[in-house]
T-cell receptor, first 112, second 110 residues
Framework: GENVEQHPSTLSVQEGDSAVIKCTYSDSASNYFPWYKQELGKRPQLIIDIRSNVGEKKDQRIAVTLNKTAKHFSLHITETQPEDSAVYFCAPRAGGGNKLTFGTGTQLKVEL | SQTIHQWPATLVQPVGSPLSLECTVEGTSNPNLYWYRQAAGRGLQLLFYSVGIGQISSEVPQNLSASRPQDRQFILSSKKLLLSDSGFYLC?????????FGAGTRLSVL
């Protein structure tokens, strides 16, 4: 099965700074790489995803980059705001499957 | 539009009692359905998933079971709860790659 690791487990930044969270996976057949955001007490929600034929995708202040050779992908948040404070999960999907394997999460805290 | 309903939101049960959590999806047909458990606000662990009526795949050995009696209904059950079954249970439905989560059930076993 897929082994997924996320780093760091906690991240504290000042408002306006950038934040980067890295996810490494083990299954070289993985072909879909999403990031989910879970605010305190709420359900996880997809914020950005990338497929294996693309190296980078950007959506306003968030971006995801993929390095298939090294088997890792990263979430980048620029100009962080207090509402970015949440737990972020990567969840790569193995090729051809119906399952996502969630990482252990990164607690991001944006301080004023 | 599609919606997912999960209930109850909170549940307190004694050790040894049975459990039934229900999840229903509206606005889509033949969705993939999932049950996850989340401990201490982190780490979503996939428990069961289903690609169709009566088709259940179990991911981890445990005290729980799942059933899908109808296309858009997914039920998580236990005959006798253990203390270790406490946690936050999330149902999700999938369309293509994306999974959409319900609001979750916080289960406390005392």
């Amino acid at each position: 099965g897929e082994n997924v690791e996320q780093h760091p487990s906690t991240l504290s930044v000042q408002e306006g700074d950038s934040a980067v969270i890295k996810c490494t996976y083990s299954d070289s057949a993985s072909n879909y790489f999403p990031w989910y955001k879970q605010e305190l007490g709420k359900r996880p929600q997809l914020i950005i995803d990338i497929r294996s034929n693309v190296g980078e995708k950007k959506d306003q202040r968030i971006a995801v980059t993929l390095n298939k050779t090294a088997k890792h992908f990263s979430l980048h948040i620029t100009e962080t705001q207090p509402e970015d404070s949440a737990v972020y999960f990567c969840a790569p999907r193995a090729g051809g499957g119906n399952k996502l394997t969630f990482g252990t999460g990164t607690q991001l805290k944006v301080e004023l | 539009s599609q919606t997912i309903h999960q209930w109850p939101a909170t549940l307190v049960q004694p050790v040894g009692s049975p459990l039934s959590l229900e999840c229903t999806v509206e606005g889509t047909s033949n969705p993939n359905l999932y049950w996850y458990r989340q401990a201490a606000g982190r780490g979503l662990q996939l428990l069961f998933y289903s690609v169709g009526i009566g088709q259940i795949s179990s991911e981890v050995p445990q005290n729980l079971s799942a059933s899908r009696p109808q296309d858009r209904q997914f039920i998580l059950s236990s005959k006798k709860l253990l203390l270790s079954d406490s946690g936050f249970y999330l149902c999700a439905w999938g369309s293509g790659n994306i999974q959409y989560f319900g609001a979750g059930t916080r289960l406390s076993v005392l």
